[in-house]
């Protein structure tokens, strides 16, 4: 069994660490837990807890995140580094698959509240820039905008993170669209820049099947089209790809029959 550190004695009893010291020793013993109980230290980017080996999407701690920070920026030789190695730390560069790059532009998508990568855009953790940074976040995003169908199933994946394939089409549609529905853009103009064809239309449909105005008495969005994903599948029990299955492919497919 490894000898792992008391989170509340670090939190309670050790007053006199610095709080980046605290939480260096707080996020060892999540991943020496983790360790524990899958026998490696592969956590997935995604992967928040609260005790280490049991994954919660509210969890407090974003343990995949601080692994895959240590990982670029310690060295394996340092005493810190040695003691992750003990734990089953793997330093060298993993070659990541689609759905690797998927769980970071999730994370992303969740920080950026877009999936407006720069291309040059390089990073660690999936939402800071890093200069050095080993994930080619950017690069990747704009070669799956060059090869990726929007109506397959990875296109429709990207899409319920908020992928805008072609930011030009969408900027024309979303102008029209706004005149048609004498819905102000100016006033809505941070939902619109962030928002796809894709979703606005199928949330544009939810709520006038239910005949739920778009815009409140000032002229502004209804919240749905603001609401993250998590957020809108508790309150109006439909998550992101349901509304564009429902709401805008089916619709799409009626308009053509």
């Avoid at 919660?56 to 920070?69: D, H, M």
């Avoid at 939402?127 to 995003?141: A, D, T, V």
Wanted: proline share 2%.
């Amino acid at each position: 069994m490894l000898e792992v550190i008391n989170i509340e004695n670090v939190l309670e009893n050790n007053n006199d660490l610095s709080k980046r010291e605290r939480y260096k020793r707080i996020m060892y013993n999540l991943a020496c837990k983790y360790y524990e109980y899958y026998g490696n230290l592969e956590v997935p980017i995604d992967f928040k807890t609260d005790n280490g080996y049991e994954e919660n999407e509210n969890g407090k701690y974003n343990l995949g995140v601080w692994i895959a920070s240590k990982r670029s920026t310690i060295d394996p030789n340092s005493e810190f580094g040695k003691d992750l190695l003990k734990i089953g730390m793997r330093f060298n560069r993993k070659v990541l698959s689609w759905d690797d790059f998927y769980k970071y532009a999730c994370i992303y998508y969740k920080f950026h509240k877009n999936l407006e990568v720069p291309v040059s855009f390089k990073t660690d953790n999936g939402y800071e820039y890093s200069p050095n940074g080993k994930i080619l976040l950017g690069r990747w995003i704009t070669k799956q905008r060059e090869k990726i169908s929007p109506t397959s199933y990875q296109g429709q994946k990207l899409i319920n993170i908020g992928m805008i394939w072609n930011t030009k089409v969408n900027r024309n549609f979303i102008i029209n669209f706004c005149k048609s529905k004498n819905i102000d853009a100016y006033i809505n103009r941070n939902i619109l820049a962030c928002i796809s064809i894709q979703e606005l239309v199928a949330k544009t449909n939810f709520l006038e099947s239910f005949g739920i105005n778009l815009v409140d008495e000032k002229g502004f969005f209804h919240e749905l089209y603001r609401l993250p994903n998590q957020e809108m599948t508790i309150k109006y029990k439909i998550t992101t790809e349901q509304l564009i299955n429902d709401y805008y492919l089916y619709y799409s497919k009626k308009r053509t029959i």
